[in-house]
């Protein structure tokens, strides 16, 4: 075990509410400086190929103005209390990031509340956005990087599902006011919605001032959540074509524990020793020792309710191979060789450290904050992350390294040119040999 870390602890939020609407509201007083970092998420399902674009469309209007005042007044409006919004969405949640000057913070609040109550349905609006967004999400689908998450998610999920994570342009293209006034009714409501403040706040008065302004916002559909993915099982990977690159992208996942799970702690750590930190056994073995990887690592993808443990290769294309051949090594070394005593107190330092220090600044424990809340864990959850790894035995790391790292029980998708892949290719088939 390591020493006690009590100096890397992060600050617990001084409140965590919920309002009568269903809006949960965290406040953490962090008086750095006479800012306030502001992170507002609003859940959602998506259930429909392709609709990620319509709620990427209605997160792009969202800051174009409201139904009383236009964009330049709006943007007037931040600009006079030293403030910045940003909005998005992806296939799981709205997002509204930014902060301002801490006196400001009642005002501010007000024209977000202003903003996600009310915003701006006019043609004149729309038009432009909907082109820009059908444009954008067309030329970043040709992407390497796009096209091999498409194929991991296509082997993952299984194409209609893994469409329904995927952002279609002709939606976009073809939606009307009338069409973003519907899904902002449908989607945009206080129920399971999570607003992070951490700054140069008073807890109490800001609690206030939230209340005042997010207090009459409707509640919305119970319902309207995303539910985990379905749980996939592993396979050999599939070779997707990209015909003459000189590079292969090597994208590898399998089920792990959810954020939730009194395991994940040294589920973490293993996966800490495996590859997800620059002493790891795949970075010394892949690049230092090899040079087959100029970019390569392992990582905990997190969405409510699951995680996937992620092993990520770029590779030059006549290293392909093998490649993939010392990643299924340091997979199976990692089930019959488990991590050592020292590999996983270097592990446990360098997690409890890295943390520490990801989440010095406001802004980074707002947002840390902020995607925590939405996976379902508490709101004290960096607080004690440290006082969990310290907690985790040995022998609780070695048994999540047998458990979660078995090559078989891992799939992917190898984006390469065929050449690059000709000796892994099974017959008649995409599928290659791991």
């Given at each position: 075990?390591?020493?006690?870390?009590?100096?890397?602890?992060?600050?617990?939020?001084?409140?965590d509410?919920?309002?009568?609407?269903?809006?949960?509201?965290?406040?953490?007083?962090?008086?750095?400086?006479?800012?306030?970092?502001?992170?507002?998420?609003?859940?959602?399902?998506?259930?429909?190929?392709?609709?990620?674009?319509?709620?990427?469309l209605?997160?792009?209007?969202?800051?174009?103005?409201?139904?009383?005042?236009?964009?330049?007044?709006?943007?007037?409006?931040?600009?006079?209390?030293?403030?910045?919004?940003?909005?998005?969405?992806?296939?799981?949640?709205?997002?509204?990031?930014?902060?301002?000057?801490?006196?400001?913070?009642?005002?501010?609040?007000?024209?977000?509340?202003?903003t996600?109550?009310?915003?701006?349905?006019?043609?004149?609006?729309?038009?432009?956005?909907?082109?820009?967004?059908?444009?954008?999400?067309?030329?970043?689908?040709?992407?390497?990087?796009?096209?091999a998450?498409?194929?991991?998610?296509?082997?993952?999920?299984?194409?209609?599902?893994?469409?329904?994570?995927?952002?279609?342009?002709?939606?976009?293209?073809?939606?009307?006011?009338?069409?973003?006034?519907?899904?902002?009714?449908?989607?945009?409501?206080?129920?399971?919605?999570?607003?992070?403040?951490?700054?140069?706040?008073?807890?109490?008065?800001?609690?206030?001032?939230?209340?005042?302004?997010?207090?009459?916002?409707?509640?919305?559909?119970?319902?309207?959540?995303?539910?985990?993915p379905?749980?996939?099982?592993?396979?050999?990977?599939?070779?997707?074509?990209?015909?003459?690159?000189?590079?292969?992208?090597?994208?590898?996942?399998?089920?792990?524990?959810?954020?939730?799970?009194?395991?994940?702690?040294?589920?973490?750590?293993?996966?800490?020793?495996?590859?997800?930190?620059?002493?790891s056994?795949?970075?010394?073995?892949?690049?230092?020792?090899?040079?087959?990887?100029?970019?390569?690592?392992?990582?905990?993808?997190?969405v409510?309710?699951?995680?996937?443990?992620?092993?990520?290769?770029?590779?030059a294309?006549?290293?392909?191979?093998?490649?993939?051949?010392?990643?299924?090594?340091?997979?199976?070394?990692?089930?019959?060789?488990?991590?050592?005593?020292?590999?996983?107190?270097?592990?446990?330092?360098?997690?409890?450290?890295?943390?520490?220090?990801?989440?010095?600044?406001?802004?980074?424990?707002?947002?840390?904050?902020?995607?925590?809340?939405?996976?379902?864990?508490?709101?004290?959850?960096?607080?004690?992350?440290?006082?969990?790894?310290?907690?985790?035995?040995?022998?609780?790391?070695?048994?999540?390294?047998?458990?979660?790292?078995?090559?078989?029980?891992?799939?992917?998708?190898?984006?390469?040119?065929?050449?690059?892949?000709?000796?892994?290719?099974?017959?008649?088939?995409?599928?290659?040999?791991?």
């Amino acid at each position: 075990m390591t020493a006690s870390n009590d100096g890397a602890r992060l600050p617990l939020p001084d409140l965590d509410t919920t309002l009568p609407n269903g809006l949960r509201v965290v406040l953490c007083s962090a008086p750095v400086v006479p800012l306030v970092e502001v992170r507002l998420t609003v859940p959602y399902a998506t259930t429909g190929p392709g609709e990620v674009a319509l709620r990427q469309l209605l997160a792009g209007i969202l800051l174009q103005g409201t139904a009383h005042r236009d964009a330049d007044a709006f943007d007037n409006a931040l600009a006079t209390h030293g403030a910045t919004l940003v909005a998005g969405a992806d296939a799981r949640r709205f997002t509204l990031t930014g902060h301002t000057l801490a006196d400001s913070l009642p005002a501010v609040l007000a024209l977000l509340s202003e903003t996600v109550l009310g915003p701006r349905f006019t043609e004149d609006v729309v038009a432009p956005e909907r082109t820009r967004l059908a444009r954008r999400i067309e030329l970043a689908s040709h992407q390497p990087a796009a096209v091999a998450q498409r194929a991991l998610l296509r082997r993952r999920y299984g194409d209609e599902a893994a469409a329904r994570l995927e952002p279609a342009p002709r939606l976009a293209a073809a939606c009307t006011p009338e069409d973003l006034a519907e899904l902002h009714a449908r989607h945009l409501g206080a129920a399971g919605a999570v607003l992070v403040l951490v700054g140069d706040l008073r807890p109490d008065d800001a609690l206030a001032a939230v209340t005042d302004t997010f207090g009459a916002w409707r509640a919305g559909a119970a319902d309207d959540v995303p539910r985990p993915p379905s749980p996939f099982v592993g396979g050999p990977p599939l070779w997707v074509d990209r015909p003459g690159a000189v590079q292969s992208m090597i994208r590898l996942a399998t089920p792990a524990l959810p954020r939730t799970d009194p395991g994940y702690p040294a589920l973490h750590l293993a996966q800490l020793v495996f590859g997800g930190s620059f002493a790891s056994r795949l970075v010394a073995h892949l690049r230092e020792e090899k040079g087959y990887a100029y970019q390569l690592g392992s990582g905990m993808e997190s969405v409510p309710g699951a995680s996937t443990l992620m092993v990520e290769a770029d590779t030059a294309a006549e290293h392909t191979a093998a490649a993939l051949g010392v990643i299924r090594g340091e997979l199976a070394r990692m089930s019959t060789e488990p991590p050592s005593r020292e590999e996983v107190d270097a592990a446990r330092s360098y997690a409890i450290g890295s943390i520490a220090t990801a989440m010095s600044s406001p802004a980074s424990l707002a947002s840390g904050l902020s995607n925590l809340l939405h996976i379902g864990v508490g709101a004290d959850w960096l607080h004690g992350w440290g006082t969990l790894l310290d907690g985790v035995p040995y022998e609780a790391v070695a048994e999540a390294a047998r458990r979660f790292f078995r090559p078989g029980d891992f799939t992917g998708v190898v984006l390469a040119d065929e050449s690059a892949v000709a000796t892994l290719r099974r017959t008649g088939s995409a599928e290659l040999d791991f």
